[in-house]
Nanobody
Framework: QLQLVESGGGLVEPGGSLRLSCTAS????????IGWFRQAPGKEREGVAC???????????DYADSAKGRFAISRDNTKNTVYLQMSSLKPDDTGVYYC?????????????????WGQGTQVTVSS
């Protein structure tokens, strides 16, 4: 059974950092596109970053404009885990962060439509 489990959320002050993790079971993540999404209260879910394969051993990373320069997505295939390192956090980054897997090799964060989702982890940026 495919399962995605996020962790690493919490309360952080503006300017701080957090690293989110998404660990998968029932699927090998390095074969598919994995993305991080977030949903703020009263807003639609939006894509933040994704990592996928655009060719044999050619990794593709794509970020939403809001994440460029502050967030970094990476994966550890030995742990079947994808990370989102978030720095210079702002109050606008507050929300529930979800990881999602789309059963295709390559995509962009704007086009990504996950087939499976994790349960989410809360990130709150506040002083």
């Amino acid at each position: 059974q495919l399962q995605l489990v996020e962790s690493g959320g919490g309360l952080v002050e503006p300017g701080g950092s957090l690293r989110l993790s998404c660990t998968a079971s029932g699927i090998t993540l390095d074969r598919y596109a994995i993305g991080w999404f977030r949903q703020a209260p009263g807003k639609e879910r939006e894509g933040v970053a994704c990592i996928s394969m655009s060719g044999v051993n050619v990794e593709n990373i794509d970020y939403a404009d809001s994440a460029k320069g502050r967030f970094a997505i990476s994966r550890d295939n030995t742990k079947n885990t994808v990370y989102l390192q978030m720095s210079s956090l702002k109050p606008d980054d507050t929300g529930v962060y979800y990881c999602g897997v789309e059963l295709r090799a390559w995509t962009t964060i704007r086009a990504m439509t996950p087939d499976h989702w994790g349960q989410g982890t809360q990130v709150t940026v506040s002083s």
